[in-house]
């Protein structure tokens, strides 16, 4: 069946990060009348796509077409890479004659293997591509599709690609939407804290950090010690059936029976524009769009880079970030991290709170990626 023509084909990997770039841009590009085509991987990706544009308030009129194809390990002469490869080499001739059919003006690459195939096939057929790389550390995707792309469009400007556009990072319209100074005393409230209650919100990723449950379970006790102290703890799918099992929790929940908000945990929220709005205090891992989404909601935040993150991405992701003293944000090295010095960290910062002063460059990065791809529309 011939695809429906576009003006640009959005060619993403598989992960929230890849995928919700491409949404966010995509919807911007259809408010100017321009018609979008995704690109991606048939391994898991079509409902966490379907998710992400489900969550914008504009519905995007756009079309989805799926590779068969699959990440390389590092063993580089295992049998895994040789059918990866062979898959690759498939994909690329079925996105070639994708692209054919929906004739695009531009192609955009936000990472991740998924992308390569088609960022190939728009060389073969010289039809211009960009690629977008949101961490400080690019991609081997990244790095190997820039080589020929005509932009290189970065969230990070030390992130060191060739022909680079300092863009920034999509982040999505509630986080923009979002008056700290405004508003946070009254979404404490609507989310069931006192106004004068310190809110500390940890979250590790959508999966989870065990590493950082664990440590947030064994400082709680001496962090609750403080009584205007409230922990809003998103423990994360994978890890929550274990975390309620935990001998930690049991304690921790039956030492406050009288205010069970004091410790609160859940498993995972559709919704982090209210927390990032309401919060004193953030904890997180240090990947890029939980980064963009910070800046740009103006929240100080601890950040704890994953050490085991490819080419270890987010501590360079956090180091450039926190370099900036106008962001409100420290690092915290998770190898040396433990629980007096994770206790004393977000005490300190709490005594003396650091404050968010930047204009944030990702508040503007939809429509600044939006408006690159549209000079190629014409």
Not at 217 to 236: F, Q, T
Not at 238 to 256: A, C, G, I, Y
Not at 276 to 295: C, N, Q, Y
Not at 360 to 378: F, I, M, P
Request: proline share 4%; glycine share 6%; net charge positive.
């Amino acid at each position: 069946m011939e695809e429906q023509k576009a003006d640009v084909v959005f060619a993403t990997g598989g992960t929230a990060g890849h995928v919700f770039p491409a949404v966010a841009v995509g919807n911007e590009l259809k408010n100017r009348e321009l018609k979008s085509h995704f690109i991606t991987a048939s391994h898991g990706i079509q409902s966490d796509l379907q998710a992400e544009a489900s969550k914008n308030d504009k519905s995007i009129q756009s079309n989805v077409s799926y590779l068969n194809v699959s990440g390389f390990s590092k063993s580089i002469l295992s049998l895994k890479n040789i059918h990866s490869a062979l898959e690759a080499l498939r994909a690329k001739g079925k996105a070639k004659k994708l692209l054919q059919s929906i004739q695009p003006s531009v192609v955009l690459s936000t990472g991740g293997y998924a992308a390569v195939p088609t960022g190939l096939a728009a060389r073969a057929l010289k039809i211009p591509f960009v690629v977008f790389e949101p961490n400080a550390i690019p991609g081997r995707a990244s790095r190997f599709l820039s080589r020929k792309a005509a932009v290189s469009a970065v969230g990070f400007k030390e992130c060191k690609l060739p022909r680079s556009f300092h863009s920034g990072i999509p982040v999505h319209e509630k986080i923009l939407a979002i008056d700290r100074a405004k508003n946070q005393d009254k979404t404490k409230q609507k989310l069931g804290y006192e106004k004068e209650a310190e809110l500390l919100v940890v979250v590790g990723g959508s999966l989870g950090s065990m590493n950082i449950n664990q440590l947030v379970l064994a400082s709680a006790k001496e962090l609750l010690k403080r009584e205007s102290l409230y922990i809003h703890h998103i423990v994360g799918k994978r890890d929550w059936e274990q975390h309620q099992q935990s001998e930690d929790f049991k304690v921790l929940k039956n030492d406050t029976p009288q205010n069970p908000k004091k410790y609160h945990a859940v498993e995972f929220e559709d919704n982090m524009a209210p927390l990032f709005e309401a919060a004193d205090l953030f904890v997180s891992r240090a990947g890029a769009s939980t980064i963009a989404e910070l800046d740009a909601s103006a929240t100080p935040a601890i950040l704890i880079p994953w050490s085991k993150a490819v080419s270890n991405h987010q501590v360079a992701n956090a180091k450039a970030y926190c370099a900036d003293s106008a962001n409100g944000s420290q690092v915290l090295d998770e190898k040396t991290l433990s629980t007096d010095t994770f206790v004393s960290g977000v005490l300190n910062f709490l005594n003396s709170p650091l404050i968010h002063s930047a204009n944030s460059k990702h508040r503007h990065a939809t429509s600044a990626l939006a408006d690159l791809l549209q000079q190629y529309c014409v």
